[in-house]
C-alpha cells in the first residue's frame, strides 16, 4: 500500500525514483503544490485497527517526508485537496456490525504538521462514497452503487447535504468547463452544472471498455479501462 513516485520528465519511460511508506492498505492519494496526502487504513477480521490521513511533503519528489498525521475513528477513503482544507470520504461498521455510517470530514491543514478535523457530515447506509470531485464550496461525491449527492461546505464546521442527481452512480468523476463527468463503466455521462445545485443531464459518451477512472483535460477525457483510451469532449461546453 505505498505510494510510488514516479519521474515522468520522459512520458516514453517513467522512472520509479522514490517511495513513501504506508503502513496499511492505502485507499485515497492528492497531491498539491508540494503537500500530499495519503489515506490509509489496517482492517483485520472486521474490525478497523488503525486508520490515517497523512500530510507529507512532496516539493522534493525523489524523497517524500512526513508532516503530520489524523488519526480517524473510521475507514478513510478518497481525499482531495482544497487549501488550506482538505475532504476526505469515509466508511464505519464497527463491531457488533450492526450500525453502517459513511460520510465526509472536513480537516484544516494550514498547519500540515497537525491536520485538524473542523467538520464532518455523515449518514446512515452500507453504501460509501467512492470518489469525489470539488468546485468552489461544493463537494460531489457518489461511487460505484450510490447516487450522486451534493455537500456544501461553504462553512467548514457545519456540511450540509443538499441534493441528490439519482443514477450518479460512478467509479470516478471529474469537473471541466462547468460540466461533471461519471466514468460509469461502458458509458461517460456528462452532466450541465450551470446550476451547481441542480445537474442536469447533457450528454452520454459510449465506451468500448469498462472505464472506472477518469480525468478531464485539454478537451478529452482520458479514461482507463483496461488500457488508457480518450474521448474527444470538446463539443460538451
Known amino acids: 500500500g505505498n505510494v510510488k513516485v514516479f519521474d515522468v520528465g520522459d512520458v516514453s519511460a517513467p522512472k520509479d525514483i522514490a517511495t513513501y511508506a504506508v503502513p496499511g492498505v492505502t485507499s485515497g492519494l492528492d497531491v498539491h503544490e508540494g503537500l500530499g496526502l495519503v489515506t490509509w487504513f489496517d482492517y483485520q477480521a472486521g474490525e478497523l485497527l488503525d486508520a490515517g490521513v497523512e500530510v507529507f511533503d512532496s516539493s522534493e519528489p525523489s524523497d517524500p517526508q512526513f508532516l503530520g498525521k489524523y488519526t480517524p475513528a473510521k475507514m478513510p477513503f478518497v481525499v482531495e485537496v482544497v487549501p488550506p482544507y482538505c475532504y476526505v470520504?469515509?466508511?464505519?461498521?464497527?463491531?457488533?456490525?450492526?450500525?453502517?455510517?459513511?460520510?465526509?470530514?472536513?480537516?484544516?491543514?494550514?498547519?500540515?504538521?497537525?491536520?485538524?478535523?473542523?467538520?464532518?457530515y455523515e449518514e446512515d447506509g452500507y453504501h460509501f462514497w467512492s470518489t469525489i470531485a470539488v468546485a468552489g464550496t461544493l463537494v460531489y461525491a457518489t461511487g460505484d452503487d450510490t447516487d450522486l449527492s451534493i455537500i456544501d461546505v461553504s462553512d467548514p464546521s457545519l456540511p450540509i447535504k443538499m441534493g441528490v442527481y439519482p443514477d450518479g452512480e460512478a467509479f470516478m468523476v471529474d469537473i471541466a468547463h462547468d460540466h461533471l463527468f461519471l466514468a460509469q463503466g461502458d458509458t461517460v455521462t456528462v452532466l450541465s452544472l450551470a446550476d451547481p445545485l441542480v445537474p442536469q443531464f447533457h450528454t452520454a459518451l459510449e465506451h468500448e471498455g469498462w472505464c472506472k477512472t477518469i480525468d478531464v483535460a485539454h478537451g478529452y477525457a482520458f479514461v482507463g479501462s483496461g488500457v488508457l483510451a480518450s474521448l474527444d469532449v470538446g463539443g460538451c461546453w
Open 89 to 120: 470520504t469515509w466508511y464505519s461498521n464497527p463491531p457488533p456490525w450492526t450500525e453502517h455510517t459513511h460520510g465526509l470530514d472536513v480537516l484544516d491543514i494550514s498547519d500540515p504538521s497537525d491536520p485538524t478535523l473542523v467538520g464532518s
